[in-house]
């Protein structure tokens, strides 16, 4: 048995966890710049903003129906899903963090009462958290999955999916009729894996339902189509095909890139960014004990506003492998000049490390490597962190970054509607008054 629990429009229960007033009203979680929404409340999404949208469509909304949109607090997002799933573990032995919302638990079979202990799971979230959340149980990760879905909506939708199964579906509990009639009134876009792009083909032949998904043979499925469908059908037949990832794959590049607050003209402000962005991506490479052989540096143009175009992207090699921050910034930033030419309005750039190993590969190499011309200074960095961790994310940084309040040039990203970083930062821990 499988259990996939999801939070609740998770990024604007983050918000409301810590504002009860927002709770009725609509909310909008904006992306980097205050672009486009990225999280949208039940309230908001009942006024017809979609995913995606940009906010210039729909910003007076605000002043006519008291829409709230924010800026994204990630590093408070961030924190909020580590609690979560710390608790979301207590359901079962076997955990797989699947997205900052989502996670799969695991080899659930034997264990008694599942569907009480999946309540109880769920009003702990909701108690120490403030995070609502829907949890689907069901012999496959698949149609875990999919109850999840009928969790979520049964409570949402009324009358989209029996009441019973809101906030907490178990697919076993179910008469076979209750399970052909949620397959039947599930869309097969909406099936785990298939997506709007395979949905559409599907429906030319068709299958329109998660019902006649599960009633394609097999082997049609993987003639006709893909493994990957194969795999869905079986699942939806309740044969497990998916097995749980309880380490993460390692990652094959690690990028840091951000669209500026303004556009950029100059050479200096770009270096700012540009050695900001290689820090950034220099304190994932350490997080995961990676170093990085080749770092790819760009800036272009938007390609929404008039005006001469360019992109340009230079491919630095490192030797040895590094995740040095001296050394990423260095290379980040000889990349820069080399590409950089005046005269365009410049509206993102970013650092992309490629070329990972790990850091135990790393070491190996030093052996080999000239004494005079290669330092290990992973002391160095390792101190750096933790005065960082400790104090404030950017306490110590190398020089060209710039500091952060003195943002003279307007690159760094529009952040005017954030809220503060509750749980991480001690400026911001909120006051409670009697």
Not at 88 to 103: F, N, R, V
Not at 171 to 179: F, P
Request: glycine residues 8%; hydrophobic residues 40%; positive net charge.
């Amino acid at each position: 048995m499988f259990a996939l629990i999801d939070g609740n429009n998770f990024y604007v229960s983050c918000e409301r966890a810590f504002r009860p007033s927002l709770q009725g009203l609509p909310v909008v979680v904006l992306s980097n710049n205050d672009g486009c929404a990225i999280a949208r409340s039940d309230e908001a999404k009942a006024m017809g903003i979609k995913m995606g949208q940009p906010f210039f469509q729909f910003r007076d909304l605000d002043r006519i129906f008291s829409l709230v949109c924010l800026s994204p607090n990630f590093e408070l997002y961030g924190d909020m899903s580590d609690r979560m799933m710390s608790i979301a573990a207590g359901l079962g032995p076997l955990q797989e963090i699947y997205s900052i919302d989502e996670c799969f638990i695991g080899d659930l079979d034997g264990i008694k009462d599942l569907t009480q202990r999946a309540f109880a799971v769920r009003e702990r979230i909701h108690k120490w958290v403030g995070i609502p959340a829907c949890i689907g149980l069901a012999p496959t990760k698949t149609l875990a999955k999919l109850c999840n879905n009928v969790a979520k909506n049964a409570e949402r939708k009324p009358g989209s999916y029996p009441g019973e199964l809101s906030r907490v579906c178990n697919w076993t509990e179910m008469t076979e009729a209750m399970q052909l009639d949620v397959l039947r009134r599930t869309n097969a876009g909406d099936v785990w894996g298939i997506g709007r792009r395979i949905s559409a083909k599907l429906a030319e032949q068709g299958i329109l339902t998660a019902l006649d998904v599960a009633r394609m043979p097999a082997a049609k499925a993987r003639d006709e189509w893909s493994v990957v469908l194969e795999r869905t059908v079986r699942e939806l037949q309740g044969v497990s095909c998916i097995s749980m990832e309880l380490a993460p794959q390692p990652k094959k590049q690690i990028a840091c890139t951000r669209s500026f607050g303004h556009p950029i003209t100059t050479l200096p402000p770009l270096i700012e960014a540009v050695s900001e962005f290689a820090t950034r991506a220099g304190e994932k490479l350490r997080f995961g004990g990676m170093r990085a052989g080749v770092l790819n540096v760009f800036a272009h143009t938007s390609p929404f506003r008039p005006g001469p175009r360019f992109y340009k992207t230079a491919v630095m090699q490192l030797q040895p492998a590094t995740s040095d921050t001296k050394a990423l910034v260095n290379a980040a930033v000889r990349g820069l000049r080399q590409i950089y030419e005046p005269g365009f309005n410049l509206s993102k750039a970013g650092v992309i490390l490629q070329d990972l190993c790990s850091g135990t590969e790393q070491q190996a190499d030093l052996i080999f490597a000239d004494p005079t011309t290669v330092r290990d200074t992973s002391a160095l960095m390792e101190a750096m962190d933790k005065i960082n961790a400790r104090f404030g994310k950017g306490v110590v940084h190398v020089a060209s970054t710039g500091q952060a309040d003195q943002d003279e040039s307007g690159w760094r990203m529009k952040q005017e509607r954030r809220t503060p970083r509750y749980t991480t930062c001690l400026k911001d821990l909120p006051i409670a008054r009697a």
